[in-house]
């Protein structure tokens, strides 16, 4: 009997920038969305997916289309995260990314990214590249 | 027989930056959490909320605890938008913002922005303000 | 004898947002670049020139090319600022916008801003469209 | 006969964002302050000094008072920037930081960055702490 396949993860780091504050000393929720963006593109690198070459080559763009967050602690300048991203949902033409961010043991925000596949020139939606397929799950 | 009363909205005006897009040409999805930011103390201001004061002579802060976007069109460079805020819900605790963001009648994207109320001193949860109960509905 | 003319200048209106500031309290010292460019914007539209069109009618960008920023006084969130600009230098192929940000009365900082003019496919310099040197001066 | 010490540098390692580009489909001219930020940490960092506990133990800012930036060649979606650091002056009271940001060999930017030290309560200029003129010199 074969077990349930492990699922395919990678862990980002960011350190939190000054400029990712706010006057009330934490980090600025839109700054999430950056650090969230990196993490994916890591991701598919460590998978074995060239996020530019991906876009270049295939005259496609991936934008977001769905975005989910919880915050549930703040995280603080100069503080390491470690976002565990993996892929929570792949269709034919549509990729969600769900990310764990962390700092110290201790579970800050929880996001779900739902990208879709379009083409560059009209802007029409497109299957996403098999590529994708076979590089996250 | 008495009917529902109108929901107060507002609508705030905003006009799209260069460094507001990203390479394909198009408003960045990380982006509209600024604009958001914007229309929901606008929101304030015209219902009679300076949120600045409210902030500081409360000793409290509102964080956004959970963000919740859908992209259905993209924006573009020096587009005009109109982001058209209400509040979707209103607990003791909790008060969540709606916002259509339109662009020339087109509806551009959906957003529900949760905030709660803390202590700006200890970080612990405090009830809203009764002046945000009042202005709001 | 005729006198000097009036130099050409423009007040762009800004409201600081939260997201504008850091964990010091005051406005971040990254976020002054995009109020600059939101005012050359607009100073260009008010002296008739509309600058996505110049861009794209022309297949042209005009990118920045040298900065220079003096902060003397903080701004903090919710101020309202002015962002007096004029043009300060204009060659054939450059083009600085010298902006003063004012806020009740006090001068906060002092920008220089130096674009050129680029063909958008090919990289390559250009001279600036005649429309520039007549709206500007 | 002595030699002049050689002078300590650092060199802070950057991955474009998808975020951090603009319509034109190059680094937002903006986007560098960032950089430039994280490079001046870490430099201070690799130097011995934790900015995050000398802001927090010493109550004191290091605002930035003067930015001069050139920029060169642009910068793309996934590059790899080295970002070159030194002080290139240093007062009893200023601290300039100067950053070359390389790409594949390449000069992009040239940057020069002023900063100031002030009580965190009051405002105050004050001298710059010991410990980060025997770090950076």
Redesign the interface.
């Known amino acids: 009997m074969s077990e349930a396949p492990a699922r395919k993860t990678y862990t980002h780091r960011v350190?939190v920038?000054?400029?990712d504050?706010?006057?009330?000393?934490?980090v600025?929720?839109?700054t999430y969305?950056?650090y969230l963006?990196?993490a994916r593109?890591e991701f598919l690198r460590h998978h074995g997916v060239?996020?530019?070459l991906l876009e270049q080559e295939g005259h496609l763009?991936m934008?977001?289309?769905?975005?989910?967050?919880?915050?549930k602690l703040?995280a603080?300048?100069?503080d390491q995260l470690g976002l565990e991203t993996w892929v929570g949902r792949l269709t034919r033409a549509r990729l969600r990314f769900d990310t764990h961010i962390w700092c110290e043991g201790k579970l800050l925000t929880e996001a779900q990214i739902m990208l879709c596949c379009i083409d560059?020139a009209t802007g029409r939606p497109r299957v996403l590249p098999d590529m994708i397929h076979s590089a996250c799950v």
């Open positions: 350190r920038g000054y400029v504050t706010d006057l009330a000393g934490v600025h929720h839109s969305l950056r963006e990196a593109v060239d996020f530019r763009a934008p977001v289309v769905e975005v989910e967050l919880r915050y703040p603080h300048f100069d560059m």
